[in-house]
């Protein structure tokens, strides 16, 4: 199986500061895409950020960004400025020929 | 346009009862995904559809788990008889297409069977 790995289980940082999630992943692929999902206390499944692999220009949306190393088939997630509303689960995904692959998740916690 | 939307939101039954998770996809997006969530193996893949016929269930973990897609607006993921095990997350999802793009997530569906 092709997997995704977050090294991170908890992650914390001051609020206003920044925070980078790593993300590592496992494919033979050479078209795929990469996603950052944020999960509040809500449950809900939201979106973050999103990366095709063959884009070499790192993707950002507003105040998160990701660091997209092809070669090393790494793609962390930075978050600048963090604010309270950011404390949430956040999963790497991977999608592929064989379907979207989720790594076991970051639990980022902001220090007021 | 509507997202996903799953019912009910919560669930709390007995073991042995019968437990049936609705899912409504986004108009238009031909795959739909049953996942299921815990704390100890994270989200896993139970099936997925695609225009309304089940392509790969083998991540659905035994045969009290069943799922239809009788129409392109309307799924659901039965367990019967269900196990205090079965205790998850359960999220549908959807997307226009297999391997592009993101895949759209409905709200969940917590199940607690006692």
């Known amino acids: 199986a092709q997997t995704v790995t977050q090294s991170q289980p908890e992650m914390s940082v001051q609020e206003a500061e920044t925070v980078t999630l790593s993300c590592t992943y496992d494919t033979s692929e050479s078209d795929y895409y990469l996603f950052w999902y944020k999960q509040p206390p809500s449950r809900q499944m939201i979106l973050v950020i999103r990366?095709?692999?063959?884009?070499?220009q790192n993707a950002t949306e507003n105040r998160f960004s990701v660091n997209f190393q092809k070669a090393a088939k790494s793609f962390s997630l930075k978050i600048s400025d963090s604010q309270l509303g950011d404390a949430a689960m956040y999963f790497c995904?991977?999608?592929?020929?064989?379907?979207?692959?989720f790594g076991k998740g970051t639990h980022l916690i902001i220090q007021p | 346009d509507a997202g996903v939307i799953q019912s009910p939101r919560h669930e709390v039954t007995e073991m042995g009862q019968e437990v049936t998770l609705r899912c409504k996809p986004i108009s238009g997006h031909d795959y739909l995904f049953w996942y299921r969530q815990t704390m100890m193996r994270g989200l896993e893949l139970l099936i997925y559809?695609?225009?309304?016929?089940?392509?790969?269930d083998s991540g659905m973990p035994e045969d009290r788990f069943s799922a239809k897609m009788p129409n392109a607006s309307f799924s659901t993921l039965k367990i019967q008889p269900s196990e205090p095990r079965d205790s998850a997350v359960y999220f549908c999802?959807?997307?226009?297409?297999?391997?592009?793009?993101?895949?759209?997530f409905g709200e969940g569906s917590r199940l607690t069977v006692l």
């Open positions: 990366q095709e692999a063959y884009k070499q």
């Open positions: 559809f695609n225009n309304n016929v089940p392509i790969d």
């Open positions: 999802a959807s997307s226009l297409f297999w391997n592009t793009g993101e895949l759209f």
């Open positions: 995904a991977r999608r592929g020929a064989d379907g979207l692959t």
